[in-house]
């Protein structure tokens, strides 16, 4: 009796057949060529486009986000194991050589983009659309590979510093026009200020220099932070890392438009050589000199008791020098 598939049997011999006499079978067909080359530039292609990742900074924020039912982790799950999971996605998009912006994701932020917008907040594809939204606004970090717990701290920094730059800016915008000259208050402020800095960076001379500006406000206190370098060339601009310098003229361009308190402290470190730090006080719209004496008592105070702290060794404590421009306008 034949067999009951002799298609399928000569098939099977034809190919023990020409296994043993060593003959090959056919190549891949043009269409399944054609298809493999499209998947790979299509790979290629998606390491060309940039993902954005939007991270929950804490658990209060996370348990917020598991009350929507279609968020992937639900109420059995913990912080931690987003984290994880975060982490290893982050990862997983590194290797394939995609380069991923990692942005803050606000939840209370969420639901006013939700509302504002006419849209359902407990779909993917509107935390989708948030999040690309999010890579916008400056408030997020490349993903270089630093570990979870690393960058958390880091994404909550740089979220501050967005937010004390955006009301910054809204203290300029609305600082208004100069009653003697009509001059605008917030232009002229940002440009004393700019000037400021120069003379801060000449002053201080070479090594590498830490400043603080505060500026007390009626809805919040800003804080601006720069880390400068300066070389034996007089001529040579200061080493300045990124956006740096713009956020810390920014703000104190605002403490000099609004005219109420604040002050600005530079530390400067060279070889050999003792730190010296200097003070000035914002007052009235002006950047006043502080004395030793004053720079002493500010640096050894604490800030929240105003008990008296130790001096801290290998420290000289210097007054400021001029570095303010004409006097403010009103």
């Not at 987003?82 to 050589?97: E, W």
């Not at 490349?142 to 501050?160: D, F, N, R, S, T």
């Not at 910054?168 to 940002?190: K, P, R």
């Not at 950047?287 to 640096?299: D, G, K, Q, R």
Request: proline residues 6%.
């Amino acid at each position: 009796m034949p067999p009951r598939n002799s298609t399928a049997s000569s098939t099977a011999n034809s190919a023990g057949n020409s296994a043993g006499t060593g003959r090959t079978k056919a190549g891949p067909s043009a269409a399944t060529t054609a298809r493999t080359a499209g998947t790979g530039r299509r790979r290629r292609l998606r390491r060309e486009v940039p993902s954005t990742v939007g991270l929950l900074t804490d658990a209060g924020d996370f348990a917020a986000m598991r009350d929507y039912r279609s968020f992937v982790f639900d109420h059995h799950d913990e912080y931690p194991d987003y984290l994880h999971h975060v982490d290893a996605l982050l990862r997983s998009l590194a290797a394939q050589g995609i380069h991923t912006t990692v942005a803050l994701f606000d939840p209370e932020a969420y639901a006013e983009f939700c509302a504002e917008n006419d849209l359902d907040p407990d779909t993917a594809e509107t935390r989708t659309r948030f999040t690309a939204e999010l890579a916008g606004n400056g408030a997020g970090l490349p993903y270089a590979g630093q570990p979870i717990e690393e960058l958390v701290p880091l994404l909550v920094g740089e979220a501050v510093r967005q937010a004390t730059w955006e009301y910054a800016t809204v203290v300029l915008a609305e600082a208004g026009t100069c009653a003697d000259c009509g001059e605008d208050i917030g232009h002229a402020s940002f440009e004393r200020a700019a000037a400021a800095l120069r003379r801060l960076m000449a002053g201080a001379g070479p090594g590498r220099h830490h400043l603080v500006c505060s500026v007390p406000t009626e809805a919040e206190q800003l804080v601006a932070v720069l880390h400068a370098e300066t070389g034996t060339d007089p001529e040579a601009p200061p080493r300045i890392e990124g956006r740096d310098g713009l956020d810390f003229v920014t703000v104190l361009a605002a403490g000099l438009a609004l005219g109420g308190s604040g002050g600005l402290v530079l530390r400067t470190t060279t070889e050999d050589h003792r730190d010296r730090v200097h003070g000035w006080r914002l007052d009235r719209g002006r950047l006043s000199v502080l004395s030793a004496a004053a720079v002493f008592n500010a640096y050894c105070t604490d800030a929240d008791t105003g008990e008296p702290v130790a001096p801290e060794p290998g420290v000289e404590y210097c007054p400021g020098y001029e570095v303010d421009g004409p006097g403010p306008h009103r």
